[in-house]
């Protein structure tokens, strides 16, 4: 269950089963896509492909964050979730950040 800011803990993304990106590693870990646009809520929202409003759309995998939760009791929820925009790839492409997009087009296809 994510916290209040929408943050999970490292053990409720483990047992999601869901891939997770370590950014200093630069590297996808768990269970990958082939190929997959995973964004953030805000990231989301930025791009024009919000997320569904009332809550009934699941997280497709997870981002590392290691100042999630600073200045605060609570550093144990740092993953933010991440939504598939895969569909959404050809008209957000030229404005996706490297580690927003998880494996190669070509080897989906």
Not at 9 to 33: A, C, D, H, M
Not at 40 to 45: D, G, I, L, N, Q
Not at 81 to 92: G, K, M, S, V
Request: charged share 25%; proline share 6%.
């Amino acid at each position: 269950m994510p916290n209040e800011q929408g943050r999970y803990n490292r053990q409720e993304v483990i047992e999601s089963g869901l891939p997770y990106f370590i950014p200093r590693s630069g590297k996808w870990n768990g269970n990958t896509y082939p190929f997959a646009v995973l964004l953030s809520k805000t990231r989301c929202k930025e791009l024009g492909v919000p997320i569904l409003s009332n809550g009934h759309e699941n997280p497709s995998a997870f981002l590392y964050s290691a100042n999630a939760g600073a200045g605060t009791n609570d550093t144990d929820h740092r993953y933010y979730a991440l939504y598939d925009r895969t569909d959404a790839y050809e008209e957000i492409k030229d404005k996706l950040y490297p580690r927003e997009i998880m494996g190669s087009k070509d080897d989906a296809e």
